[in-house]
């Protein structure tokens, strides 16, 4: 069975840093996406970050960009999430999802199918 687990959640302040970790149980495929998203109590998710086959193939939604950055390491089966410059609107559960969605859907929660148990990151002032 197909599984994602999150690692490296936990709680930062403001302007500070943390880095999650998606690890796949077994090898995903070039054509496999691999994404995060994140969700407040009473929200939808919301996707920030996208990835399929190279690493340099990443797109961020604008809540995110320029102060996040997804790694993948293909050997490892891992999806790397560096979060930089947090802000205290950062703050949310954050899934690890994987699929194959089609590009318009790529930071749609419906474009997934595969997704982990979430880990807790909070941003205090």
């Known amino acids: 069975q197909f599984r994602l687990v999150e690692s490296g959640g936990g709680t930062a302040q403001a302007g500070g840093s943390l880095t999650l970790t998606c690890t796949a149980s077994?090898?995903?495929?070039?054509?496999?996406?691999m994404a995060w998203f994140r969700q407040t109590p009473g929200e939808a998710r919301e996707g920030i970050a996208s990835n399929v086959g190279y690493p340099g193939n990443t797109i961020y939604s604008d809540s995110v960009k320029g102060r996040f950055t997804v790694s993948r390491d293909h050997t490892k089966n891992t999806l790397t999430l560096q979060m930089d410059n947090l802000k205290p609107e950062d703050t949310a559960v954050y899934y690890c999802?994987?699929?194959?969605?089609?590009?318009?859907?790529?930071?749609?929660?419906?474009?997934?199918?595969?997704w982990g148990q979430g880990t807790q990151v909070t941003v205090t002032v």
């Open positions: 077994k090898r995903t495929g070039y054509s496999t996406h």
């Open positions: 999802a994987a699929g194959t969605p089609t590009s318009d859907w790529r930071l749609k929660e419906e474009g997934f199918h595969i």
